[in-house]
Each structure stands twice: as C-alpha cells, then as structure tokens.
C-alpha cells in the first residue's frame, strides 16, 4: 500500500465530510467518532458530489436524491443508489495527527460497476 498525506486530523471537522484530492482521486473525507473513512466523492447514482452530503453515524447521505452510503463498506444504505462506492485504506499517524490515505480503492473496480 501507498498512503499518501491527505490532511492534518484536527483539520477534519467531526461528523461532516470534506473533498480533498488525494493521488489525483477526489474523495469525501469524514471523521465521526468510529474513525476517519474515505470513500469516492462520486454518488454511484446520481455522479455528484457526495463530500456535498450530510453525515449521521456511520452513514454518508447524498445530497440530491437521498441515497446513503455506509462509510465502513460504500454499500448503499437506501435506494435510489444500488451501486456501492470505492472505499480507501485510511491510517492516522504521528503527533501532531496526519490522516494517510491510499488512493487505491479497497472496493474492486468490478464491484462497483
């Protein structure tokens, strides 16, 4: 695994997502109290951003069209998505805290077309 720097921990608020750009692939970033997990910041239903959506639990909400996606597996959670999303290995490291990510998706590519 490659894990590049994504961000300083303190620089992710807690239960909301943010875009960053990480190996050239953009993701939704979110930290909730479970951990720090990153999907594609691309709904598999609607192609917008999810980084855009409201966060509750475990769960990233879409904002268009309200299909939620679980943080942990980019599974969606509710219609009308049916498709996951790509997940990404996150690490956190050091002191003060850096979020890494590895902008290989965990999610194979045939999984999620």
């Known amino acids: 695994m490659t894990y ?9 608020p ?3 997502a943010t875009r960053i750009v990480v190996g050239g692939i953009a ?3 979110v930290r909730t109290d479970e951990g720090v997990f990153a ?4 709904c598999s239903h ?6 855009e959506g409201e966060v509750e639990g475990c ?14 597996t980019g599974q969606p959670l509710s219609p009308p998505a ?5 997940t990404y290995p996150v690490r956190i490291v ?13 999610i194979a590519a045939e999984d999620i077309s």
């Open 4 to 12: 590049l720097v994504a961000s300083s921990l303190d620089e992710l």
């Open 14 to 16: 807690v239960d909301a």
């Open 27 to 29: 993701m939704a970033v």
């Open 39 to 42: 999907l594609a910041d691309r």
């Open 46 to 51: 609607a192609d917008v951003s999810l980084a």
């Open 59 to 72: 769960a990233l909400e879409c904002w268009l069209h309200g299909s939620a996606f679980d943080l942990r």
């Open 82 to 86: 049916t498709l996951p999303v790509a």
């Open 94 to 106: 050091g002191e003060p805290a850096v979020v890494e990510i590895d902008p290989t998706p965990s």
